[in-house]
């Protein structure tokens, strides 16, 4: 049931492909709230994903594209501005893929045609989106606009790649533009750095399960869900954080603040039950 926190706003979401995607369930949950909104990705996402089925559902139009190509975003403020009937309120930017990554290439090993590919994808695509919008001046006074990013932004973790480097340059963007924007403008932009969570995207990163697993240990909430994620993104689109910007804001259980929790302390130890030595001294493991 809704709160109406969206009523007569219009929005745009770029990247939902299926029932996994955290821009699915943002899309759901706006349309709760009573936005209007238009669904955007790729021609071969919407072919190979699900998102007709969420576009009858919400009775949202999609436009496919291409988020790295300029001509292509201004196509989708310009359609979404005619299909909704002025000017866009809210933006959510949930695009992430490194071919480097799916190639499984390691982070010393990488190919840097496909790091430019990551790069684009993940990241500057969110400066053209931006861009477009502010030369197109599609995005209401006090509009919203929010990315999706990651923690591995800051920390190191085994085997995110080059995304992380993505993720950092994403950040970066939204503080840089976002100054720019909110002073001309008065339109806020935010990352939100989301816990680990299981989408088609997510579940291509090496040892992506035991980093799930080891972040909920870590968290003294607990790894926040896809569900979850989306509640707090209707907040950041409301009119109840007209004066948060260019922030990046941990949506995390809390994992971002932590060192070592009891839960991942206790499986550390565990590790060690089993902890034999020979004759020399050496550990011998079980």
């Not at 909920?216 to 909430?221: E, F, I, K, Q, S």
């Amino acid at each position: 049931m809704g709160n109406n926190l969206l009523s007569g706003k219009r929005g745009i979401i770029f990247g939902a492909l299926n029932d996994m995607s955290i821009a699915w369930k943002v899309a759901e949950r706006a349309v709760e709230e009573g936005a209007i909104i238009t669904l955007s990705n790729t021609a071969l996402a919407v072919r190979m994903g699900t998102v007709a089925e969420l576009g009858k559902n919400l009775n949202a139009e999609i436009i496919p594209a291409d988020a790295t190509k300029v001509e292509d975003l201004e196509m989708v403020f310009a359609q979404s501005q005619d299909i909704l009937g002025g000017k866009i309120d809210f933006v959510l930017h949930s695009i992430g893929m490194s071919p480097n990554v799916r190639k499984k290439r390691a982070y010393d090993d990488l190919d840097y045609n496909l790091l430019q590919s990551t790069l684009d994808i993940s990241a500057i695509s969110f400066h053209k989106m931006m861009q477009v919008a502010k030369k197109m001046d599609a995005i209401n006074e006090w509009g919203s606009i929010v990315a999706l990013s990651y923690v591995a932004a800051q920390r190191t973790l085994f085997g995110y790649n080059d995304m992380a480097d993505a993720k950092a340059m994403l950040e970066s963007i939204a503080r840089s533009f976002g100054y720019i924007y909110g002073r001309e403008k008065n339109v806020r932009v935010n990352t939100i750095s989301q816990s680990p969570t299981l989408t088609t995207a997510g579940s291509g990163i090496k040892g992506f399960d035991g980093l799930m697993d080891f972040a909920d240990r870590m968290a003294p909430l607990g790894n926040a869900t896809a569900d979850e994620c989306a509640n707090y993104c209707i907040v950041m689109f409301s009119d109840l954080t007209r004066k948060v910007t260019m922030q990046n804001l941990y949506h995390d259980g809390g994992f971002a603040s932590m060192g070592m929790s009891l839960k991942a302390m206790n499986q550390y130890n565990k590790s060690f039950e089993n902890e034999f030595k020979d004759e020399n001294g050496h550990i011998i493991y079980g």
